[in-house]
């Protein structure tokens, strides 16, 4: 089992910027790829960006230069530092590693 605990989300102006950041505990050597997931109300969760345990990374078209995926190894934390945030990024974001997922942190952009 792994257990995802995620943080960093809250309210903020368009234009702005977040951190989020999700602790994995537990088997971590299970863990390869991470990612970042986010659900809008009434939409499906989609991707938003992943990282191989090899640093690969890929991103999803509507967040390429604005967001950033990285991950600390030995602690097993991922991050998405997102910048000039839009109203269209807000969503719950959920992290994933192999089949588990956080439990989600909502992000809210809004004047």
């Known amino acids: 089992q792994v257990q995802l605990v995620e943080s960093g989300g809250g309210l903020v102006q368009p234009g702005g910027s977040l951190r989020l950041s999700c602790a994995a505990s537990g088997a971590v050597f299970m863990i390869a790829d991470m990612a970042w997931y986010r659900q809008a109300p009434g939409e499906e969760r989609e991707l938003v960006a992943y990282i191989t345990r090899g640093g690969t990374r890929n991103y999803a078209n509507s967040v390429k230069g604005r967001f950033t995926i990285s991950r600390d190894g030995p602690e097993m934390t991922v991050y998405l530092q997102m910048n000039s945030l839009k109203p269209e990024d807000t969503a719950v974001y959920y992290c994933?590693?192999?089949?588990?997922w956080g439990q989600g942190t909502l992000v809210t952009v809004s004047s």
């Open positions: 994933k590693a192999g089949n588990f």
